[in-house]
Protein backbone atom coordinates (compact mmCIF):
# COMPACT_ATOMS: atom_id res chain seq x y z
CA UNK A 1 0.00 0.00 0.00
CA UNK A 2 1.36 3.07 -0.77
CA UNK A 3 1.40 6.12 1.90
CA UNK A 4 1.84 9.98 1.75
CA UNK A 5 4.23 10.55 4.50
CA UNK A 6 6.86 12.37 5.58
CA UNK A 7 10.42 11.83 5.15
CA UNK A 8 13.16 14.18 7.67
CA UNK A 9 15.89 16.05 6.17
CA UNK A 10 17.93 18.69 7.74
CA UNK A 11 20.41 18.67 10.75
CA UNK A 12 19.92 17.91 14.41
CA UNK A 13 17.16 20.09 16.29
CA UNK A 14 16.55 21.80 12.67
CA UNK A 15 14.12 20.10 10.95
CA UNK A 16 13.13 19.46 7.19
CA UNK A 17 10.71 17.66 6.01
CA UNK A 18 10.40 15.69 2.26
CA UNK A 19 6.35 14.64 1.42
CA UNK A 20 6.75 11.67 -0.39
CA UNK A 21 4.79 9.15 -1.61
CA UNK A 22 6.51 6.01 -0.21
CA UNK A 23 5.73 1.70 0.37
CA UNK A 24 3.54 1.29 3.56
CA UNK A 25 6.65 -0.90 4.85
CA UNK A 26 9.47 1.31 3.99
CA UNK A 27 11.61 2.94 6.72
CA UNK A 28 10.70 6.55 7.14
CA UNK A 29 13.71 7.73 5.78
CA UNK A 30 14.36 4.83 3.02
CA UNK A 31 13.25 4.11 -0.35
CA UNK A 32 10.20 6.43 -1.69
CA UNK A 33 8.41 6.56 -4.98
CA UNK A 34 8.03 10.17 -5.72
CA UNK A 35 8.64 13.72 -3.96
CA UNK A 36 5.66 15.16 -3.97
CA UNK A 37 6.84 18.75 -1.71
CA UNK A 38 8.59 20.31 1.36
CA UNK A 39 7.65 20.96 4.87
CA UNK A 40 9.66 23.28 6.64
CA UNK A 41 8.02 23.59 10.33
CA UNK A 42 10.93 26.25 11.69
CA UNK A 43 10.25 29.06 9.31
CA UNK A 44 7.46 31.39 11.05
CA UNK A 45 5.15 31.04 9.43
CA UNK A 46 5.83 27.40 8.37
CA UNK A 47 6.68 26.93 4.77
CA UNK A 48 4.96 24.46 2.86
CA UNK A 49 5.00 23.37 -0.87
CA UNK A 50 2.88 20.67 -2.66
CA UNK A 51 2.14 19.73 -6.06
CA UNK A 52 -1.42 19.29 -5.62
CA UNK A 53 -2.14 17.58 -9.06
CA UNK A 54 0.57 15.01 -8.16
CA UNK A 55 -1.09 14.77 -4.74
CA UNK A 56 -4.52 14.04 -6.47
CA UNK A 57 -3.03 11.77 -8.72
CA UNK A 58 -1.91 9.64 -5.44
CA UNK A 59 -5.02 9.93 -3.85
CA UNK A 60 -6.88 8.93 -6.44
CA UNK A 61 -5.08 5.68 -7.36
CA UNK A 62 -5.70 4.65 -3.75
CA UNK A 63 -2.66 5.84 -1.69
CA UNK A 64 -3.75 7.41 2.06
CA UNK A 65 -2.03 10.21 3.60
CA UNK A 66 -0.91 10.03 7.15
CA UNK A 67 -2.54 12.25 9.55
CA UNK A 68 0.23 15.07 9.44
CA UNK A 69 0.24 15.14 5.31
CA UNK A 70 -3.93 14.94 5.48
CA UNK A 71 -3.56 18.51 7.32
CA UNK A 72 -0.71 19.84 5.68
CA UNK A 73 -2.90 19.19 2.27
CA UNK A 74 -6.04 20.97 3.92
CA UNK A 75 -4.25 24.20 4.51
CA UNK A 76 -2.74 24.53 1.54
CA UNK A 77 -5.72 24.10 -0.04
CA UNK A 78 -7.42 26.72 2.04
CA UNK A 79 -4.25 29.06 1.07
CA UNK A 80 -5.07 28.39 -2.73
CA UNK A 81 -9.53 29.35 -2.46
CA UNK A 82 -10.55 32.66 -3.54
CA UNK A 83 -11.82 34.57 -0.53
CA UNK A 84 -15.13 36.48 -0.98
Same mark, same amino acid.
Given at each position: MVRL? !??R? &? @???RPFYRVVAADSRAPRDGRHIEVLGY? $? /?M?? /?ADIKL $? !?? @?VDYWLGVGASPSDTVASLIE @? +? @?AEEQ /? +? &?
Open positions: R !LTM &G @RKKY $D /PKD /P $D !LE @R @R +V @R /P +V &G
